[in-house]
């Protein structure tokens, strides 16, 4: 399967995703819009509560191609952040108390300066999570990166979008759900998902369709019962994470006749308390090529920080950039339909 | 208003609440009901959206067959735990049809020499 922009698909469009779920046909036009909700209840502006996460999307560079993918990553996605771009991260680091260093893709292993951006992180004493997506562990060239990572107390957050064969494969491809529980085994023979280690292993499920996600607990509890009696696996958490509807996502929703639905569902779903917490209020998004977002969804469709702070990490500036607006649109609605979504999961 | 053509369409699904325009009282009494029956209780709204998948493949619901399976995906249940209930259905169905093959038995043996 290839990326939308291979394909030159329209929906690869960031202007064209923005007027589908806005505009795609008059139900959806009629739609409350986010910000009147926000105003509703006294959030809009949406302003951030002060960075903590400091999210770096190093590259949309992928081996694999999972059809709900936000990023449209992919093997033939070439955009991968420079050396020169992550020592302004460092940079920006370096003269902050941020604690929390996220790296994300695409498959964040396959920036070739991995290794040695997240040994100058450790360095600063930052806590570090990287975003997995398992099966990249599972080849030669980077089979010694668990060890690697577990040396440097790397927290390690991985998808699973269910805990069983068939829906897990049917979004990211067959074959995912073995390799994954492969290299899940091999996490926990090095000590990650034990309680004693400290090496944190998390889980993320998202839907595989067009449906919100069960709740975070009770899905927590079934993962934890299923892998251990199934494979003999242990975790640490569990997050829930709703799909929000952009790029592969918007895709497939279009294509499978379920948009104006699911848009539908989002909004009455929309829950006033998971707006206050929307991770955009805690975190910052950095593009590989230096440009800063409220969020990887933002990021995706090319919206910049706006409202006076700066849009590139060479002009970092942290007192700017917590006093500015959020952006927001209509795909926003995912992160604040019912428990709420954020890349820590359920936020209610 | 025109009619449809067919009998079922899955957007009349979403007018179900307007059954209260021709009766509120009895509507507002039933929906107040059916809120409560689905809630955490004894039973978890979990569980009971399972039951209720099984109960619609029973009653044959096209409606509630969409709402409990779309339910029942966001309760976490597997493709095998939701057919698994349809299974259930139908075995009780079937079961209840073969069960009465006792009373054709009764019968038989009363009529025959
Ligand atoms: S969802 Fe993750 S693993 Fe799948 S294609 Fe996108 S970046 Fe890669
Ligand atoms: S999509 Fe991004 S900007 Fe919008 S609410 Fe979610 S985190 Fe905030």
């Known amino acids: 399967m290839k990326s939308l922009i291979a394909q030159s698909h329209s929906l690869s469009d960031p202007d064209v995703q923005i007027d589908v779920i806005n505009n795609h046909n008059d139900k959806v036009k009629s739609l409350d819009k986010f910000e009147k909700k926000l105003d509703e209840i006294g959030l809009l502006p949406l302003k951030p509560t002060g960075i903590e996460i400091f999210q770096i999307n190093v590259g949309y560079m992928c081996n694999m191609t999972c059809k709900h993918c936000h990023v449209d990553a992919g093997p033939d996605r070439k955009e991968i952040m420079t050396k020169e771009t992550l020592q302004y991260c460092l940079d920006a680091l370096t003269d902050s108390d941020i604690q929390t260093v996220d790296l994300t893709g695409g498959a964040p292993e396959m920036n070739p300066y991995f290794r040695w951006f997240v040994d100058e992180v450790s360095k600063l004493g930052k806590h570090i999570i990287v975003r997995s997506n398992l099966t990249i562990l599972d080849t030669r060239k980077f089979e010694d990166l668990p060890q690697f990572m577990a040396d440097r107390g790397v927290e390690i957050t991985c998808s699973l979008p269910f805990y069983s064969k068939r829906r897990t494969d049917m979004q990211r491809g067959e074959g995912t759900y073995d390799k994954s529980m492969k290299v899940l085994k091999i996490l926990n023979e090095i000590g990650y998902g034990k309680e004693e280690t400290g090496l944190q292993l998390n889980l993320v499920y998202n839907p595989v369709g067009a449906f919100l996600p069960p709740d975070q607990e009770s899905l927590r509890e079934d993962y934890k019962e299923r892998l251990w009696n199934d494979h003999g696996i242990v975790f640490n958490d569990l997050f829930t994470i709703t799909n929000l509807p952009i790029s592969r996502y918007l895709h497939f929703l279009v294509m499978s006749d379920n948009l104006e639905e699911y848009m539908e569902k989002l909004i009455t779903s929309f829950n006033p308390s998971a707006a206050m917490g929307v991770m955009c209020r805690n975190t910052i998004s950095i593009g590989w090529d230096g440009s800063l977002y409220d969020c990887d969804f933002n990021q995706m469709l090319k919206i910049k920080t706006n409202h006076g702070a700066p849009n590139h990490i060479k002009n970092w500036d942290l007192k700017k950039l917590n006093s500015r607006e959020i952006v927001v649109n209509q795909h926003c609605f995912g992160c604040t339909a019912g428990a709420g979504s954020s890349c820590g999961g359920a936020v209610t | ?113």
Not at chain 2, 56 to 67: G, K, L, S, W
Not at chain 2, 75 to 90: C, D, L, P
Request: aromatic residues 10%; contains cysteine; charged residues 25%.
């Open chain 2, 1 to 113: 208003m025109t009619m449809e053509k067919t009998y079922y369409n899955p957007a009349d699904l979403k007018k179900f609440g307007n059954v209260g325009e021709f009766q509120k009282e009895l509507a507002d009494k039933f929906f107040d009901y059916y809120g409560t029956v689905f809630a955490d209780s004894a039973l978890s709204s979990r569980e009971k959206s399972l039951i209720a998948l099984a109960v619609a493949h029973a009653v044959q619901c096209p409606y509630c067959i969409d709402a409990y399976t779309e339910e029942s995906l966001e309760k976490g249940y597997s493709e095998e735990q939701m057919m698994e209930a349809v299974h259930v259905a139908t075995a009780i169905r079937g079961g209840a049809s073969l069960v009465h093959g006792v009373q054709m038995m009764n019968k038989v043996d009363k009529l025959s020499m």
